[in-house]
């Protein structure tokens, strides 16, 4: 069984930082990454990092967020600094087989107060 399950979510300052993880298990994934779903508007990328380290940003994070990945873990990481209020969102853990086959965690809800 497929699982992915987010952790480290929780209530900041403005400001402040926090640090996801993503622990997967029953298979490993050519790449992984966070996405993020606000009240009332849709899914988005926040980062992705493949299983060689190569990573891509949102624009509205880069510079202030780092993913990252420990394959012997099975691991993906998300740290945020600098955080705002419009970061708040619930983040989920997305693990890639293919550009067909892909797999979500349940999500983690992150809050910024300003």
């Known amino acids: 069984q497929v699982q992915l399950v987010e952790s480290g979510g929780g209530l900041v300052q403005a400001g402040g930082s926090l640090r996801l993880s993503c622990a997967a298990s029953g298979r490993t994934f050519s790449t992984m990454g966070w996405y993020r779903q606000a009240p009332g508007k849709q899914r988005e990328l926040v980062a992705t990092?493949?299983?060689?380290?190569?990573?891509n940003y949102a624009d509205s994070v880069r510079g202030r967020f780092t993913i990252s990945r420990d394959n012997d873990k099975n691991t993906v990481y998300l740290q945020m600094n600098s955080l705002k209020p419009e970061d708040t969102a619930v983040y989920y853990c997305?693990?890639?087989?293919?550009?067909?086959?892909?797999?979500w965690g349940r999500g983690t809800q992150v809050t910024v107060s300003s």
């Open positions: 997305k693990g890639s087989v293919s550009l067909a086959l892909a797999y």
């Open positions: 990092i493949t299983n060689g380290g190569s990573t």
